[in-house]
């Protein structure tokens, strides 16, 4: 999956683990996919979803920070929150949503198989043992949108690792070293103040 890397990505790394900042983070983070994804949505569907992918986003804050404990690079870890969303797209036929095209959903789910598994994730349960006791809010599903999915969105090809943009527009595969002078307080949410 190709997907993009700066600064502000290792600083919400590292507050996520944080007590206070890492919920403060851990919000910013909800809402701005949410956000972004309902906007992806097909028109008339995006307040549909929108309580759905809040209550998605959130659980798979707590994916990331397990990939990440699980020795996963800050990319990888990330990109595995984003395949289970892709997942779940899926399963509600919300294919104008996906980041990659339906055909290399089994590519996505047998690069990380290992992790997922130990989860209990599959592609027909993206949250699997990160499902909250009291569920994800439920959305209307467009079933009929998989005979012939649309993916305006999706960007083929890179079902064979992570594949980062930079800030300069390079692409680099594996993803970026941390930089060592990261700060807690350039991840997105955070006040300087």
């Given amino acids: 999956m190709k997907i993009r890397q ?3 990505h290792f600083a919400a790394k590292q507050a996520l683990t944080l007590p206070v900042v890492g919920e403060t983070v851990t ?3 909800v809402d701005f996919h949410t956000d972004y994804f309902a906007d992806l949505a097909e028109p008339g569907h995006a307040d549909d979803r929108r309580d759905h992918l809040s209550d998605f986003f959130d659980a798979t804050m707590d994916t990331y920070v397990a990939a990440l404990d699980a020795g996963f690079e800050e990319a990888e870890a990330r990109e595995v929150t984003h395949v289970q ?17 339906a ?4 590519e996505h789910y047998e690069r990380y198989r290992d ?7 599959t592609i027909d349960d993206p949250l699997g043992g990160f499902r909250p006791a009291d569920g994800v809010t439920g959305a209307p ?4 949108k998989l005979d012939d999915p649309e993916h305006p969105h999706a ?3 890179f079902a064979d690792d992570v594949y980062v ?12 070293e941390e930089p060592e002078d990261v700060r807690v307080d350039e991840a997105p949410g955070v006040d300087d103040t």
Avoid: C, K
């Fill in 6 to 8: 700066n600064v502000r």
């Fill in 27 to 29: 919000d910013w983070l």
């Fill in 85 to 101: 969303a892709n997942f779940d797209f899926y399963n509600h036929g919300w294919t104008e949503m996906m980041e990659f095209p």
């Fill in 103 to 106: 055909d290399e959903l089994e």
């Fill in 115 to 121: 992790f997922f598994e130990r989860h209990g994730i």
């Fill in 141 to 144: 599903s467009t079933p009929e």
């Fill in 155 to 157: 960007e083929g090809g």
């Fill in 165 to 176: 943009e930079t800030a300069d527009g390079e692409l680099v595969v594996g993803g970026q």
